[in-house]
């Protein structure tokens, strides 16, 4: 039995061991050298200060980025080729857009940055919005080998980074090197990207409509999983925001390694012609509630070897917030992969509802629960809004196949 579902299923278990393989290279990189080095560089608050400060990047660029890779993955297979300069041209509009925003976060973030530190703090901005998309060009493809190698690059390029940071004490350029690398890397080894350069399509204006929409879900989606660091900041204090994200430092890193995995599912749900069925969405039940079980206590197993290991000034503190870090972030990229089947199957707008509601009940309960109890108080608020979003995604599953369901009967 197992020799036969190896077979059928083949191909797609050698392009999750591809996309797998290649980000945890990225991630040991940046887990194992890149961040720890920034702890012992700039010390707790200065650590601190530094997440605080990548929350304002990650939020835009993450979600435009990864906004536009979906939304070209999901456009008609003719189109695909025809609007590659519409996407350019939204990503270099968003990157210029980066330059105001990044000079209000100096000024006025409450974060130290000196001028050399905020150049790169923008250009690692710009590298990071089309990184984010670049790697479009290996799912359209479905060429995991190559995107192993994208993402072996961009890990090389975080060694070179933590060098450059150790010696300059300019933190951006830990994540520059790597970002930078592997957009070059990934416009040099497809001409996908860049075939039409920066020139609009006749279906230009569908375009930018996809990409808005996933934008505008994954912006919501993004600005709760950094909103920790930047509310912690706020309300808090930035040793909060170290204790916060060392806590979740496991469960952040598993749920990067389900973005590939997102990459490889909606590329073959692309390509198959079935329907989402209620039997189909009964195993998607059972295998989420299995999965956030399993991933928390893995979580919470892999953060306390993490954390004792790479941050043991930190170990004592930060150990009483595993349990409930884990769960939250669990819980958020368990999410993730049932999003993925509704952009396939279901409307677009469903995404959008409920992450509007996961970011209202967040701060509805965040912002009180934080300024009562601390850190405890976010915790438990994170776990709230994260739960609410993984019901919410079932039950619009399940409400999508009865509708299909009853309509065609």
């Given amino acids: 039995m197992i020799g036969r579902v190896y077979q059928k299923y083949r191909r797609v278990i050698g392009d999750s061991a591809y996309s797998l393989l290649g980000l945890l290279v ?22 601190g200060d530094l997440q605080y400060l990548m929350a304002y990047v990650n939020v835009l660029t993450v979600s435009v980025g990864s906004a536009a890779s979906y939304a070209r993955m999901v456009s008609p297979a003719g189109e695909r080729e025809q609007n590659a300069g519409d996407y350019n041209l939204l990503l270099l509009l968003v990157s210029l857009l980066g330059l105001p925003v990044t000079l209000l976060v100096w000024r006025f973030g409450g974060a130290p940055m000196d001028t050399p530190t905020y150049i790169c703090y923008f250009l690692l901005f710009v590298a990071m919005t089309f990184r984010y998309y670049a790697d479009v060009a290996y799912k359209i493809t479905l060429n995991y080998k190559r995107y192993f190698l994208y993402y072996a690059v961009i890990g090389l390029g975080y060694v070179i980074g933590a060098v450059l940071v150790w010696e300059t004490g300019i933190w951006p350029l830990g994540l520059l090197v790597g970002e930078a690398l592997g957009v070059l890397y990934a416009y040099l080894s497809s001409e996908r990207l860049f075939r039409r350069g920066l020139r609009l399509s006749p279906a230009w204006r569908a375009t930018l409509r996809t990409i808005l929409i996933f ?78 079980l399993l991933f928390t206590l893995l979580c919470v197993l892999g953060g306390y070897v993490m954390i004792f290991l790479l941050y043991p000034a930190e170990f004592n503190t930060v150990k009483g917030y595993l349990w409930l870090g884990s769960l939250a972030e669990v819980l958020y990229f368990v999410t993730s992969v049932l999003m993925v089947v509704l952009i396939r199957f279901a409307k677009k707008s469903y995404q959008v509802i409920i992450n509007t509601v996961f970011v209202i009940l967040f701060f ?30 079932l039950v619009a599953g399940f409400g999508w196949a009865a509708h299909k369901t009853d309509s065609l009967g």
């Fill in 364 to 393: 509805g309960l965040g912002i009180p629960l934080t300024l009562r109890f601390g850190l405890l108080g976010f915790s438990i608020a994170m776990i709230s809004a994260s739960a609410t979003r993984f019901v919410l995604s």
């Fill in 215 to 292: 934008s505008i879900s994954e912006g919501m989606a993004n600005l709760i999983l950094n909103v920790d660091r930047i509310l912690l900041k706020l309300l808090v204090g930035a040793s909060a925001v170290t204790v916060y994200y060392l806590a979740t430092l496991a469960g952040k890193v598993m749920s990067v390694v389900a973005t590939p995995l997102n990459g490889v599912l909606i590329g073959y749900l692309a390509r198959y012609d079935g329907k989402l069925t209620r039997r189909t969405m009964r195993y998607l039940t059972a295998g989420s509630v299995a999965a956030v």
């Fill in 26 to 47: 990225m991630n040991a990189v940046a887990q194992i050298v890149l961040f720890p080095l920034y702890d012992r560089r700039f010390g707790a608050v200065g650590y």
